[in-house]
């Protein structure tokens, strides 16, 4: 770009010279006259330039010349350009919508990416807020959870943040709002988290050093987001002095926030909480800070290492950490950063094909014109001329399209919304903007150079004679413009065949996802999400109540006709709660060193808890009502435990012990189950330990419900059954296949995406096939009429025109397949059991392919098999 | 153009087309630069028309662009380096097209003016 400014300025500069020389010239040469004629030197220059009437004043107005000039050309330049286009509007239209299709994706699909990657976050200097981070030297890998202790002593020792502040996330818990009970996202947070992101209150006031309650006692005070208080109290005012129950805890809201303040993620509830110290191998806080102005990354990151080595060394606990720093907006964006890049790249290619498609077209076009070009260039229109001339062409082409293509972007965007993840981040945000904007205006220019010079360049280095001595249309196309076109046809195939096969394993590898034996039945399964709110204080007693509760509540629910199973489950995994393993012991056997000794899941579940979910008990027996707090501690373990921990014995009547406390009882082993892959189907299923929630362990459970009924209205009847025996009990719905659709959100998103912009790309390649060979058809009537008239049938000529065809078609494939193998091997972290290599993939590929290209080729040769050759050599 | 001695803005507007055709019809004898061309007009005028420079500069810019001169660098009767210009094929045609319509307009003017009086 700056060559071509730099080509303008060297151009004008010669301009300016030129001038300033020629008036020079005029006045010394006027001043030699006046000389001659009698006059002395001083008195001729001031007669001289007196007549001239100044040097500035005409450099000016002969400037003033030039601009109206360039102005005038430029609207001939439009005024011809829309004049042709509209000549061939079929070709405009054609080219037209192929450029705005590509214009339009890349700027919706941009629009997302600068949003939600590039865009800073919506606080005062964002750029400075980091997420600080434990670092464990062992694995390498940094992770957001944090040490109570661990941060305090950071926060004393270091000199490079401004403010610095923790949250611990609560999960969705029973909340007290008025009479009614709901499910709130609550964040305990420290004094100064809300001035790490700058924030102030848009009504009341945000939490301060004395809402911290010290000494153990629960907070008394909380702020609450914008849109909740909207939901719950109309508005942020009206909220100020209400009083929530948060778990069992009144807490008085003294402040809302700004309406676009949200972190930790879906947090409603921020409550104040005194830092722990107490346990330096507890991580169950997230740190944030502001550096101080001036600081950069570099050196904080380095103090901060140097703070966390000194911890390792004076700690046991600290032996395998120390501390990072990761942009906060590099952290919220980090999951999503591999789709996005992915889709950017592949709208990317979208765009080059468009592009190779529109140069083919544009191509053909000038090569049409050839006989119109050469009498421009005879009649003494210079190359730039011309040139500029068929580049006027492509502007408008592309300002048109440019205009389409914003127009489409802001539908594809709203369609690219729907579809995305609702867990994206800030995907509520996007917006064509500016940037978006700016960015078509720039694809607009850009197509415009790559696809207006190639012809223009190839146009005027006609061979003039020779274009006027072959008759208008009769033109053989040279060969150098059919090798260039042919290599478009190439590159448009091979990057499509990248697109389809990316596309393909995605798609592959989703099926696999999707049909992958779970272990377990998921349709027709209504998950209600409950919490029964246990005190501190009562806690025994509660537990007992809780027990009878969910107890009654499942009886009543079995009772209601069409609900085939009910069970309650402490714990729903699928990756909304990653849950910790434990270690666990079996009786009789050596516990090991702390750190070695092997781990299971633990999740507490009533009886029916496998009918419901159709999972196989394969030895022993289920649950029973008889499993009370007063019997024999039970378990039941998965079939992975048992091959892990049991090889070749029966585990069952074995006594097994989970690691949270030295005074666990053991737990006789009664039942073997199938294994489920609850947590991420894209894994094996982890070793699983199961404990009855009716003998008292384990958190407050959700209810699974098997219905042969619409589940809709079994949940209704369920929130009933639930508002009659507590109406404290908050509750919400899902069923197993939207329960299962959700961990399944990001590879969809990419594969539906990515699928789309590889039928486009196919699409616009077998356009591009078409377009080239209609086009050879047509340069070649003549002698294809010869041909038939010589003898040729017309299956000679279809043989003919579809091996031109497919030639370059083979061609395509095969430099495509190999690019699509090097793209395949950097997407195999994607891949879910589909090996980069997959046949099948391949084979698709060059199936859906190769019957495009064979229909595109196809029609041109049935017209070429169709010329009459008695009509077309009469015409001659 | 505008005319030094009958100096009016309205004159000026009104003859550019003028201005054009005398510059063409200076040139169309042989290559000239710019002072040549100036100088040339007020000599075989008998000094009556005065070329104003800022509008013969912006004046041969504008044929040029046109492509009835085309100029380049060439050394001048005293051995320095001017710009020539020169007439091309269409600027020609563009002279003969002017110089008969300004004929065919002199002459009609001529007519209504009726016979010039006789000097007294």
Known sequence: MSKLVNLFRWRRDRLERDLDRELRYHVERRIEDLIKDGLSAPEARRQANLEFGGVPQVREAVRDTWISQWLDALMRDVHYAIRN????????LGAGAVLSLAIGTSVAIFSVVSTVLLQPLPYPDAGRIVSIETFWTNTGLSSQDVSGADFLDWQAQNTVFEKMAVSYAGKDSPTIVGDRAVFANPGYVSADFFAVFGQTASAGRLLTEKDIPVGGAMPTTAVVAYYWALTHFGGAEAAIGKTITVYGTPLQIVGVTAPEFRYPGTTDIWAPWLTSNRNRGLHDYQAVGKLKLGVPLTRAHAEMRTIGDNLARQYAENRLKTVALVPLQERLTGSVRVTLWVLMSAVGVVWLIACANIANLLLARAAGRTREIALRAALGAGRGRVIRQ???ESSVLAGAAGLAGLLLASIIVGGVVALSPADLPRIGDVRIDMTALLFALALSLMSTVV?????????????LSDALKQGGSKATVSRVSTRLRSALVVTEVALSVILLATAGLLVRSFQALQHEDLGFTKD?????????????????ADLQIRSNFFTDVLDRLRAVPGVNAAAGVAYLGMGREPRAAQDYFIEGRPEGQPGE??????????????????????AGRDFARNDTRESQPVAIINETLARIAFPGESPVGQRIRTGTSSRAPWMEIVGLVGDARWQDPSRPAPPVIFAASTQGIGNSPSIL????????????????????????????????EEMFDFTLRYPRFRTQVIGLFAGMATVLSAVGIFSVLAFLVGQRTRELAVRRALGARAADVIRLIVGQGLRLVAIGLVLGLAGAFTVARLLSGLLYEISPWDAVTYLGTIAVLGTAALLATLLPALRAATISPTVVLRQE | MSIRKRADREYSAHLQGTLDLLILRTVALRP???????????????????????????????????????AEWGTSENNRKARYYTLTRKGRQELIREESEWRRIATAIARILGPAPSKV
């Open chain 1, 390 to 392: 068929l580049l006027a």
């Open chain 1, 597 to 618: 000794r092997p781990q299971a899941e633990f999740h507490a579940i009533t009886a029916d808890y496998f009918k419901t979910l159709e999972i196989p008990i394969l």
């Open chain 1, 451 to 463: 696809f207006g010079l190639v012809p223009a360049l190839h146009a005027s280095r006609l061979d």
């Open chain 1, 524 to 540: 027709r399964v209504l998950v209600a999400y409950t919490e029964y709110v246990v005190r501190e204080d009562n806690l025994v």
């Open chain 1, 85 to 92: 286009l509209s000549k061939s509007w079929g070709f405009a």
């Open chain 1, 705 to 736: 419900a098997r219905t042969s009924l619409d589940e809709a209205s079994l949940a209704s009847t369920l929130r009933r059954i639930l508002n009659d025996a507590d109406p404290t009990v908050p509750v919400k719905f899902e069923t197993m």
């Open chain 2, 32 to 70: 000239e630069h710019g002072q040549g061309i100036a100088r040339a007009i007020q000599d075989q005028s008998d000094n009556v028309l005065i070329v104003d420079h800022g509008s013969l500069y912006p004046a041969l810019q504008r044929l040029e662009a046109k492509g009835f001169l085309s």
